[in-house]
């Protein structure tokens, strides 16, 4: 069995991508096709699937990319242990976040201190997010609300407040100490799609405090979310990390109870002694 085959193939796996995965492994586009194909000429395997778009994963694909991921992240294990007292001139990170605002302050912190350091952002909801750090798709990620659990290192980073949206020369923005939840009754209003944490969060405030807004639009993105209410359709919510500088937009705070989110750092639980790992997180934490 040709391990150089294997790694290729490990490598479009993981990046769904020729070129991709040829920056990955620092060879061309070509010599990483002639290995996949080798591999299954030799096997009488088909294990990719081209197409227009990306490269996806057969049956049989995906079962091998099971295996090689645990082999190849063993290797990478092994190579960052042998590298720990050396001083990280060169390499790569994969981050996850569930949005960009608490990451970005972190990479440029890391990019300060460690220059040669390549990251790879995944920007996703917070399920995609807690999914690619489990499946080992991402180093570190930045999570929210993510319940402990066996395996896992969570370092806490800091806590939000759910505000609300409204559009510039709303009434509301008369008061700086905000409005009360109450104050949301019956109110019509634009709000991100039920998965999301932010809207999670309000759900359950809302149902505790007996509040029942009028959810008018449910929408995919905080970028929606901001335009909806720029344009008057109502009033959104938005997590206090996440304002953004839009001048047609203002967020303002919500006083009641269980408006609170907490986030959080967070690795696999044996990959935490890795030395790329534990700067990002000395890092996060200065």
């Avoid at 091998?64 to 060169?90: H, P």
């Avoid at 709000?191 to 809302?206: H, W, Y």
């Avoid at 995919?220 to 959104?236: F, H, I, Q």
Wanted: hydrophobic share 45%.
């Amino acid at each position: 069995m040709n391990l150089f085959q294997l790694r290729a193939f490990d490598a479009v796996a993981r990046d769904g991508s020729f070129t991709r995965a040829a920056a990955r492994l620092f060879i061309s586009q070509p010599a990483v096709t002639g290995h996949i194909k080798a591999l299954e000429e030799h096997y009488q395997i088909t294990l990719l699937r081209r197409t227009a778009r990306r490269v996806e994963l057969t049956e049989e694909g995906i079962k091998l990319a099971a295996i090689t991921r645990s082999i190849f992240g063993q290797v990478d294990e092994a190579q960052t242990l042998l590298e720990a007292n050396r001083q990280l001139l060169t390499g790569r990170l994969e981050v996850a976040a569930d949005g960009p605002h608490m990451v970005m302050p972190m990479l440029a912190r890391l990019r300060a201190r460690y220059p040669g350091i390549t990251v790879n952002l995944r920007l996703g909801n917070a399920q995609e997010t807690l999914a690619a750090l489990l499946s080992e798709h991402a180093d570190v990620a930045v999570l929210t609300e993510v319940e402990p659990r066996k395996g896992l290192h969570l370092q806490p980073l800091s806590e939000s407040r759910i505000c609300a949206l409204v559009p510039a020369g709303h009434p509301w923005l008369a008061d700086p100490a905000g409005i009360r939840l109450e104050q949301l009754d019956q109110v019509i209003m634009v709000l991100r799609e039920p998965s999301s944490i932010t809207r999670r969060t309000f759900d359950d405030a809302c149902a505790e405090a007996g509040v029942n807004p009028r959810v008018l639009l449910e929408l995919d993105s905080r970028e929606a979310v901001t335009e909806a209410v720029a344009a008057e359709l109502g009033v959104g919510v938005v997590s206090s990390v996440e304002v953004s500088r839009d001048p047609r937009v203002h967020a303002i705070p919500i006083q009641g109870e269980g408006l609170l989110n907490q986030h959080m750092l967070g690795c696999m639980e044996r990959r935490r002694e890795l030395r790329l790992i534990q700067a990002f997180f000395e890092l996060a934490s200065s």
